[in-house]
């Protein structure tokens, strides 16, 4: 059983440019969550997913940047016309349904740096 | 709403010394309570998680954590502190309300020889 994946690992783009960064969630699991780290500073909480639904957005900056999780294939946050204040690592997170005691499993990360 | 304060941004030690790491939650419901270690360049692991079974709970490599409802904590400790230990760790909670792990800023631990 494949663990989270996400690609690309690092990524590289323009000020002005568009980043898609994308999480295929363990098998079986429903449930993906971004988180956004900065230095120092931990993580932040970006938005939560369950197939076809967006479930909670509200650290999700209100510009630029979107999510989903469609029924088929990855998930993907992309963020449009980059700033250099974008530049973070980007873990996605999965977890199965409706399991309030289990962790969420965690990708390597997107490191996103803008240019 | 709930929260999680880890204290010292940066704890050092002694290989084979005890390794003590902070971590005290806010939650108005019972939570779930984790720790993760993260790796320079890689994601997050479990180390351990409490779930309202033992308050005593024993992890991957060594590690253990109390959860102290008294005093809203959940210390990571390990009583000899190998140079492979050294890597961030953050503790995280969830509630019954909601799915949604949130973090601790993290504590760097550094592991001299």
């Known amino acids: 059983n494949a663990g989270v994946m996400q690609n690309p690992r690092h990524l590289v783009r323009r000020r002005g440019q568009e980043a898609r960064l994308r999480c295929s969630p363990m098998k079986g699991h429903s449930h993906v969550y971004w988180y956004r780290q900065l230095p120092e500073e931990g993580l932040k909480f970006m938005v939560y997913l369950q197939k076809e639904n967006i479930i909670d957005e509200s650290g999700m900056p209100k510009e630029r940047f979107s999510a989903e999780f469609p029924k088929e294939g990855p998930s993907i946050l992309r963020i449009q016309q980059v700033v250099r204040g974008d530049s973070a690592a980007y873990f996605c997170?999965?977890?199965?349904?409706?399991?309030?005691?289990?962790?969420?499993?965690f990708g390597q990360g997107t490191r996103l740096t803008v240019v | 709403a709930q929260s999680v304060t880890q204290l010292g941004s940066h704890v050092s030690v002694s290989e084979g010394a005890l390794v003590l790491l902070r971590c005290n939650y806010s939650?108005?419901?019972?939570?779930?309570l984790f720790w993760y270690v993260q790796y320079p360049n890689q994601g997050l692991q479990l180390l351990l998680k409490y779930t309202s079974a033992a308050t005593l709970v024993k992890g991957i490599n060594g590690f253990e954590a109390e959860f102290k409802k008294s005093e809203t904590s959940f210390h990571l400790t390990k009583p000899s502190a190998h140079m492979s230990d050294a890597a961030e760790y953050f503790c995280a909670v969830s509630w019954g309300g909601s799915y949604i792990p949130t973090f601790g800023r993290g504590t760097s631990l550094i592991v001299h020889p």
């Open positions: 939650s108005s419901v019972p939570p779930y």
């Open positions: 997170a999965s977890s199965p349904p409706a399991a309030l005691n289990t962790e969420a499993f």
